[in-house]
Nanobody, 117 residues
Framework: QVQLVESGGGLVRPGGSLRLSCAAS????????MGWYRQAPGKQRELVAS???????NYADFVKGRFTISGDNAKKTVYLQMNSLKPEDTAAYYC???????????WGQGTQVTVSS
């Protein structure tokens, strides 16, 4: 059974940094792509950043220049380095993974990021 386990969320002051991690397990298939989404209360889930197994990255405009996504294919792990955090970055952050040859994606349970003074 595929599992995505996220870690690294928490409370941080505006301007601070956090690093999220997500490790995938339970599948012998290699990773095709992984990404991070977020959902604030009363809002729809939105893409934050994604990365393919080849290293191509995609960022939402609202995080460009502040967040960096990286991955380790061998460990089936994706990271999100979040710098210059703003109160509007407060949300539950969810990891997403697509495996080669598997026609569906998988989600983590979410990790809360709260940016507040």
């Amino acid at each position: 059974q595929v599992q995505l386990v996220e870690s690294g969320g928490g409370l941080v002051r505006p301007g601070g940094s956090l690093r999220l991690s997500c490790a995938a397990s339970g599948s012998s298939s290699s990773i095709n792509a992984m990404g991070w989404y977020r959902q604030a209360p009363g809002k729809q889930r939105e893409l934050v950043a994604s990365i393919t197994s080849g290293g191509s990255t995609n960022y939402a405009d609202f995080v460009k220049g502040r967040f960096t996504i990286s991955g380790d294919n061998a460990k089936k792990t994706v990271y999100l380095q979040m710098n210059s955090l703003k109160p509007e970055d407060t949300a539950a952050y969810y990891c997403n993974a697509v495996f080669r040859g598997i026609p569906r994606d998988y989600w983590g349970q979410g990790t809360q990021v709260t940016v507040s003074s």
